[in-house]
């Protein structure tokens, strides 16, 4: 298949019908099915398999995303835009925002992206607001962020693992919305993807990791304690998906299939980042002069000068 800029047009019209797609079915966790594939292509190719049809897709819409994320790294550079992105993934364990991160995110130059993990806070981090940390870690200008997990661990675990009084937890929705807002104000396209697995398709995964020598070191027995609590997660995910996308939308992204969750969340990027239009920013270079300048230049660089001249030889 071509690359030309039909196929990149067609790409782009896609993707903006993926994220529609997702969208609609995002209101609400319940009755959304874990294995669904909206928006995939009817005329994909019979003759390969989806796993790697979709590693040649994300591939494709690789080339896209990076070449939108340089632009947008190079008017900051330029300091003619402050513009960044932030993808912000939830999950229950196993739920694949590891995966995401390296087969989607991967597809960009390392050298633009802003990847921050948060994990339980530190004595330092409880000290201060919720959001301290959160603030602390957005992208820089021109870069792409990614929050694997985020801020909503504070109305999730916190909620479910009874970390915080209800009056505390129950705040911080309004306070979520307030802060993205401020975000999206200050130029930070928010991209908000919660990974759907089904309670099955966990089990799956973390049996594997305990069977699989090599995969062992992920296995943390404190999952199974939350897998304990599975519908209070899936209430406390509802809750959030119908308080908190204000700011920004949710995306629910069926996540049983790794490789329709890579290819959807590929297009999601694509459509948001494509909706910011960066283009090169002008420079203001005397090109000729620049050029002239470094022609004269030539001769110091096969030439040592006096300074390097090799030593007398002995008399
Ligand atoms: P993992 O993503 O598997 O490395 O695990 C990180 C753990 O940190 C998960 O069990 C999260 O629920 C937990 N976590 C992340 N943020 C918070 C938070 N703000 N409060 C409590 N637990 C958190
Ligand atoms: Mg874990």
């Known amino acids: 298949m071509s690359d030309g800029p039909d196929d ?16 609609a079915g995002s209101s609400e966790l319940n009755g959304l099915d874990p294995r669904a594939t909206p928006g995939l292509p009817r005329n994909r190719p019979k ?15 690789g080339q896209l995303l990076g070449a939108r994320q340089e632009r947008m790294f190079a008017r900051a550079k330029a300091g003619v835009d402050r513009r960044r992105l932030l993808l912000v993934l939830q999950a229950v364990d196993c739920g694949g925002k590891d995966g995401t991160v390296r087969s989607v995110v991967g597809s960009m130059d390392p050298l633009g992206m802003h990847l921050k ?9 409880r000290a ?4 301290w940390r959160i603030n602390n870690a957005l992208p820089p200008a021109g870069y792409i962020g990614v929050f694997n ?12 693992k009874d970390l915080a009084p209800k009056s505390v937890w129950r705040r911080r929705y ?3 919305n307030s802060f993205e807002d401020a975000l999206v104000n200050d130029g930070i396209t928010i991209v908000k993807v919660m990974l759907h697995i089904s309670y099955e398709e966990q089990a799956e995964r973390l049996l594997a990791r305990l069977d699989d020598p090599s995969k062992r070191w992920k296995f943390s027995p404190a999952d199974l304690d939350d897998r304990d609590h599975w519908a209070e997660y899936q209430q406390a995910y509802g809750d959030v998906l119908d308080k ?12 049983d299939r790794k490789w329709y969750r890579n290819w959807a969340v590929a297009n999601l990027l694509l459509a948001h980042l494509d909706d910011m239009r960066p283009t090169y920013p002008e420079v203001d270079l005397a090109v000729d002069e620049l050029r002239a300048r470094l022609a004269g230049n030539q001769v110091r660089t096969d030439h040592a000068g006096p300074d390097n001249d090799p030593p ?4």
């Open 244 to 255: 908190c996308s204000a700011a920004a939308p949710w995306y629910v992204v069926p996540a």
């Open 47 to 61: 003759d390969i398999d989806a796993k790697t049809w979709s590693r040649s897709e994300v591939g494709r819409l």
């Open 174 to 176: 309004g306070e979520i």
């Open 117 to 125: 993990a948060f994990g339980p806070p530190t004595a330092e981090e």
């Open 8 to 23: 990149e047009r067609e790409l782009i019209a896609r993707a903006g019908r993926v994220r529609r797609l997702l969208l």
């Open 149 to 160: 997990r985020s801020h909503y661990e504070d109305v999730l675990a916190v909620r479910v």
């Open 128 to 131: 201060h607001h919720f959001l």
């Open 312 to 315: 007398e030889p002995p008399a």
